[in-house]
Every structure is written in structure tokens, then in C-alpha cells.
């Protein structure tokens, strides 16, 4: 068995009560013992990471989280409480955990100095930003390549902590491709191609020409870009529709991004993801509790592949990535 470092394991708290927001992710009768995985971090979690060898989790608060309360004020209290609590439970056990911070970006001034505390004086490891964020009203939304963001960007690459980019639905208000099929919501479709957008709009940006160390992490084996970045980089070469960058995506993508296996156990679309981005830049990852360690770790563990890039992918990229 590898031994292996996770990086996008979610929690919750109750004080604030934001684990309520998974509550929609599960039939009624599974919610209560995934409710109660989300809350524990010190007991079934650790045996269950033991059995699965993972040595160390990078928690993450769950999703929509923070970027869902419009309340600018309520976003940055909110922030500030689940850093300190989760900063608190790291401290009980640094050899086994670390987490990334989340940011209040419907503020961007307060997003960038939470950013700067959480890095600097509570140890985080950087942050998890679940999409785009509510801001003012429910109905108005802001991305990652809005230029309001541009000074915590710079920050972010003074800093030189990675931003993991982590899905979450979109409206229904601005997805009438949806409507009738709920079944599309969520981590069945609608958090890839959301993310995937996303994604690319920060590349078409020109954030990572103006910031070329800026590393951002994107789970569930990079939400179809691998699969697709040819295509959009072929067309877009024959008609770039105003889009002004230095390089091409499958650049930005080899080399300001990282995927991570969260979710997504499956070993030719692995393959694949080594073949357009690299073995340096692929991450184990489990996405617990919404998906079972066990399964994630089994599949892990009898991928043939050779174990240079065996161990670069299970515990050697992050080591790098975190300084561990």
C-alpha cells in the first residue's frame, strides 16, 4: 500500500451551522451519517485514513461554503470563525492534517488579507475557493477574472500558495440547459463543465501572463479539461474572438495547474490526464466524505502504472507543492 497525501477532504461546522449546505448532496436517510463525517475530523476519519494509507488530509470546507452568502459582512465573519476553527483542530494533529483557508472573495480587500492571516499566522496551506461567488444578492454572481481580484491574485503570488478551485452548481436561474433535469446538477455534470469554464476564464484573463507562478489546483482528474483542451486550443486558433494571451490553454494547463484524482476512479481517464499534463502534475485525492476513501485508496493502490509516477502522484507532488 502507497502511502498517500489527500487534498481535497471536506468538513463542516455547526457553529457556524454551514454543514446544512451538504444536506441537498444526499437522500434523506444517508445524510445523517454523511452530516456526521463532514462534523469529525478525529475519530472515524483517522481510523479510516489509516486503513486507506493516507498519512496526511489537506481539509477543506465543503461546498458552496462561503462563496454562496451574499452578505458581504456574514461572508467575512463566517471566513474568519471557520479558519480559526479548523486552524484549532489542525493544531491537535499537524503530522496528520492541514487545510486550506476560506476567503470571503465577495469582498475582495478582506478576501486578500484572510488570505495573508490564514498563511501567515494560522499555517494554512493556501485556500479552496468553491466557484463563483453571490455578492450583494443571490442573483448576482462574481468570477475569479473579474478585475476586482487583481490585487489578491498578486497576493497570492507573493505568497506563493496554490488555490484550489473546487466546483459548485450553477444558478438555475442561468441554466436554462438544466431545467427539467435535475439529475444534471452537482458532481453527476454541472460542477465539471461550471468548473471548467471557470477555468478557462481565468486563462483567457490573462492572469497567469501578468502572474506566471500562480498554481491552481483542480479536482476530479481537471473537471474534462484534459480530455478537451486540443479542441478549444485548435479552434480558438482559428477564430480567437478577441481572446489576447501569451500562451495557448494546454500551456496554462501544464503548467499553472494541478489535478487531482478526488472522485474520479477511473484509470483511463488517469492515463489521459498523464498524458496531457504530466505525471508532475496529478495529485491523489479521495473528496470525502462525499465519496468513499476506501474505494478512492483500492483503485489507487492497483493502477499499473509504474511507481516513479506512482509515488510522484501519491504522496511526491504534494510534497513538493506544500513543502512538506
Known sequence: MLSKIALEEHFGAVDPNIVEQSATHFTPDAWPAHRA?????????????DQCGI???????LSPGIQSLHNPAQAIDWA???NDYVATQVAQRPDRFASFAALPMQDPEAATAELRRTVVELGLVGALINGFSQVGDEQTVVYLDDPRYDVFWATVAELGVPIYLHPRDPLES??????GHPWLYGSAWAFSVETATHALRLM?????DRHPGIQIILGHLGELLPFNIWRTDHRLAVAPRGLNVQHTFGHYLRNNFYVTTSGNFRTPALLNAIQEVGSDRI???????FE???EAATWFDAVELNETDLV???NGNARKLFHI
Open 204 to 208: 483567457g484573463s490573462g492572469v497567469f
Open 292 to 294: 468513499d476513501m476506501r
Open 80 to 82: 474568519a470563525r471557520l
Open 55 to 61: 498519512e496526511k488530509a489537506v481539509l477543506s470546507l
Open 174 to 179: 442561468t441554466s436554462p440547459q438544466y431545467s
Open 283 to 289: 495529485l491523489f485525492s479521495a473528496d470525502y466524505p
Open 312 to 314: 510522484k502522484i501519491a
Open 37 to 49: 463525517r463532514l462534523l469529525d475530523l478525529h475519530e472515524e476519519r483517522l481510523q479510516t485514513m
